[in-house]
Every structure is written in C-alpha cells, then in structure tokens.
C-alpha cells in the first residue's frame, strides 16, 4: 500500500515536471527561444498579445546576432500587465514608487533594473503586431544600450540619442521582421509632428534638464520621441550608418558622452544640434530656435 502511494506520487511528480516543460504558459512564464525574453504576464493578457511579444523578443535577438554578432548577454524578465491598474501595480512593486506617483504614468512601457522590462496593458500599442515588436525591441534596445556602455549609459546619455536609439533600432527589427521599414516609420514619426501644427520647439526639447524635462516636454505635446527618432536617423545617414551609434554605446563604457559623440561621430554634439536644427528647419518649414546648447 504504502509503495503503491509512492508511485502514485512520483507518476503525479512526473506529470506535473512534464507539463512545465512542455508548457511554460501554465507556469504563467513564456519563454522565448533562444531565451531573450522571460515574460511573466499578469491574469487576462491574451494569448496573442504574448505571442507578438515572444516574436518581438525574437526578431530582436535574430536581427543582432545577423548583423552585429550581438547577443544580449542576460535574459531579460518582461512584466506584461494586463490594465492600467496592473501597470501601476508593478511600478510600485519593481520600483518602489508610492501609489500617488503610480498614478501620473504616461509611458507604454519601462526598462527598469534587474534587467526586468515592466509593459502597459492599457496601452493602445498592443492592438498590433508591429506596434507590439516594436515596443519590445525599444525597452529589449535599452538594455542593449546598457550592455554595449558597460553599465555606464543610461542617465549619462543624451536622452534624445538614448531613445530615439531604441526606437531607430526597434524600427529597424520591425523591417527586418517585414512589419515596417525604417524609412516609413521615420515618415511616421515626421507626420506626427506635423500634423499636430506645433512648430517643433527644438531648442526647448535639447535645453532640458534630465528625464523630467523630457517628460514635461512630452507632456506639452512637442512629441520628444519623434522628434529624436528624426535625429537619429539624421545622424546615422550623414555619419556612419547604424554601426557607428553602436560604436558611440561601446565608448560610453570609458568615456564621457560628449567625447564619445565627437570620438564617434567627427563632430561636436552642438555641432551636430545645429546642423540638424537647420536640416529641419528645411525640412518641415517655419521658424525653429537654432541655438542650442549641451545640457540634454
Ligand atoms: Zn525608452
């Protein structure tokens, strides 16, 4: 009697092994292959959200490693919400921020420490496939970023070249997953500005102070992040390509980011912010304040 009670328990234990193997999604855990994406959703995430996510995660990985030879070294954790109060949720819990400032979120998605990613299930980016891999390569890139500057980039990087970087390179996993091109999401991003009516106040997005600045910027509808995926593109067609912002990512690691911007790209940043504030001026027309200075 007792053997038979044995048995039936290791057959109940090899049962239960069997199926958390075969099928991580009943653990609540999805991974990815090859493992670049842990994502551990919250109850009521479809099925087909964490599919995009997992090919998100993979044309990330694929398109690197292609490429560049790069491999994100860690896997990442991927907290998918479900709603707006899940959102909050885990910026309290992963974070430690209080409740309150829960409550005046505004992004899609963060990449946070512990190499963990938290996403917005409110957000309207996860009506699409394209929009999904394209905000998972953006938050997967932070920490590509962090990867290449040796722990030294995030808040010592330019805040536009940091996320205009993510989103130029998510664009570029979106072509290289058929989704989209680079140039049509650049197209994109312009119309965005445009057809809002707000002459981009460009002096106002590079005078900022930090990440709040950013936001404030964000906050008053003068689009940051178009306008910095505009930038990048811009710098990477007039000098050197996609190569060298990696190139810029590598020398963060040893020196400050205005050397490694002229060591990388031959120029000064505020050479570069006025050439670009002139390019746009052309481009989109109306008056955009040229002087620009080195605190973003
Ligand atoms: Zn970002």
């Known amino acids: 009697m007792k053997n038979r009670k044995i048995s039936w328990l290791r057959l109940a234990l090899a049962l239960f092994l069997a199926v958390c193997f075969i099928s991580p999604v ?8 090859p493992a670049v994406l842990t994502i551990v959703p919250d109850p009521g995430v479809p099925d087909i959200v964490l599919k995009h996510i997992t090919t998100g995660g993979d044309l ?7 490429k560049y030879g ?3 070294e860690k896997t990442v954790r991927l907290i998918m919400t479900a709603d707006r109060k899940g959102y909050e949720a885990a910026h309290v819990r992963y974070r430690g921020i209080t409740p309150e400032q829960a409550t005046r979120l505004r ?9 963990t990613i938290l996403l917005n299930g409110a957000s309207d980016r996860f009506r699409s496939e394209q929009r999904i891999v ?9 920490k590509m970023q962090v990867q290449l500057a040796e722990g030294k980039g995030g808040a010592r990087d330019y805040v536009w070249l940091r996320e205009g970087g993510c989103n130029y390179f998510a664009a570029m996993v ?5 989704l989209i091109t680079v140039d049509q999401f650049v197209q994109e991003q312009l119309n965005t500005v445009k057809n809002t009516g707000i002459t981009p106040a460009l002096n106002r997005l590079l005078k900022h102070k930090g990440p709040d600045g950013w936001y404030k910027v964000r906050a008053d509808g003068l689009h940051p992040y178009e306008n910095a995926t505009v930038m ?34 031959g120029l000064s940043h505020d050479q570069f912010l006025a050439e670009f504030a002139k390019y746009y001026q052309k481009l989109l ?7 620009v200075s080195e605190t973003l």
């Open 107 to 115: 992004s899609n998605g963060m990449s946070i420490k512990n190499n």
């Open 26 to 33: 009943s653990m609540g855990i999805v991974q990815s292959s």
């Open 60 to 66: 990330f990985s694929a398109m690197f490693k292609e």
């Open 232 to 265: 990048v593109k811009y710098l990477a067609d007039n000098y050197g390509g996609h190569e060298k912002l990696l190139s810029y990512w590598k020398a963060l690691a040893k020196v400050d980011r205005a050397t490694a911007f002229s060591q990388t790209f």
């Open 134 to 142: 394209l905000l998972v390569a953006h938050e997967l890139f932070h």
């Open 285 to 291: 027309g109306g008056s955009i304040p040229v002087s």
């Open 70 to 72: 790069l491999n994100l």
């Open 174 to 178: 979106g072509e290289y997953g058929g």
